[in-house]
Nanobody, 114 residues
């Protein structure tokens, strides 16, 4: 089973940028389509972006043009580059397979505030 560890969150001002990383264990990682999700306080977890094993990407409308998902299969890493951050992007961010079928990690907190 693939294990996931997210990192890279923090406090950033509106308009700022962060890059999140997701480190995955296991040799099967490269076969999974992966996604970044987020959960804000009092809200349900939502899908932010996905990337196929071959690198095809899809984004939720609310992050299109601002966020970029990428992966490095050789290093078992998935990234989420977040630019032009808004206060409503504040949430705990998680990575998982695109169907959410892997074990959820601890997530990484992103707070956008002045």
């Amino acid at each position: 089973q693939v294990q996931l560890v997210q990192s890279g969150g923090g406090l950033v001002q509106p308009g700022g940028s962060l890059r999140l990383s997701c480190a995955a264990s296991g040799s099967l990682f490269r076969l999974y389509a992966m996604g970044w999700y987020r959960q804000a306080p009092g809200k349900q977890r939502e899908l932010v972006a996905t990337i196929s094993s071959g690198g095809r990407t899809n984004y939720a409308e609310f992050v299109k043009g601002r966020f970029t998902i990428s992966r490095d299969n050789a290093k078992n890493l998935v990234y989420l580059q977040m630019n032009s951050l808004k206060p409503e992007d504040t949430a705990v961010y998680y990575c998982n397979s695109d169907d959410g079928g892997l074990n959820w990690g601890q997530g990484t907190q992103v707070t956008v505030s002045s």
